[in-house]
């Protein structure tokens, strides 16, 4: 039994460790928890030529028959709508489908491309998750720096 309540006590710890610090949007819920690969302070290190993968948890704002994920980088005083290449976030639901019933819970998984040719710097990027009439159903935002893998390494 001691070994059980150990157990439960340790997967409890681990599963609290492993989320990502996020900032609050202007609109819309955040996520119940958020988890980026290799991200559990802030500022998240991004590499030229991966992908940012992370996985966030969220409860339906409203009934949603569809949603689009919606990606906006802040950097320098600039802000781009990043061109993210999955149109239907609804296929990257790895809990459950659209349709989504108002308090239903879902998971939502990204595979972010960082191209090898983006410049190294200090971003903001926005993730939003919108249904078909504009409902933002979850919205946080990460702070970011992107850089080559081997320049960070090198200098931990």
Do not use: H
């Amino acid at each position: 039994m001691k070994a059980f309540i150990f157990a439960c006590i340790i997967s409890a710890f681990c599963a609290v460790s492993q989320s990502t610090p996020y900032n609050l949007c202007d609109n819309g819920p955040p996520p119940v928890k958020l988890r980026v690969e290799g991200c559990d302070s802030s500022p998240c290190y991004i590499y030229k030529g991966t992908n940012l993968t992370a996985q966030w948890d969220f409860t339906a704002d409203a009934d949603a028959q569809s949603l689009a994920p919606q990606v906006i980088v802040y950097f320098m005083g600039t802000t781009v709508n990043y061109p993210y290449p999955e149109k239907n976030a609804c296929n990257s639901l790895v809990n459950s489908k659209c349709p989504l019933k108002k308090n239903s819970k879902a998971t939502y998984n990204l595979e972010m491309p960082i191209s090898k040719a983006y410049p190294s710097l200090a971003l903001n990027i926005q993730f939003a998750l919108i249904d078909e009439n504009k409902n933002i159903q979850v919205c946080f935002s990460l702070d970011c720096e992107v850089t080559d893998k081997k320049i960070l390494s090198s200098s931990l």
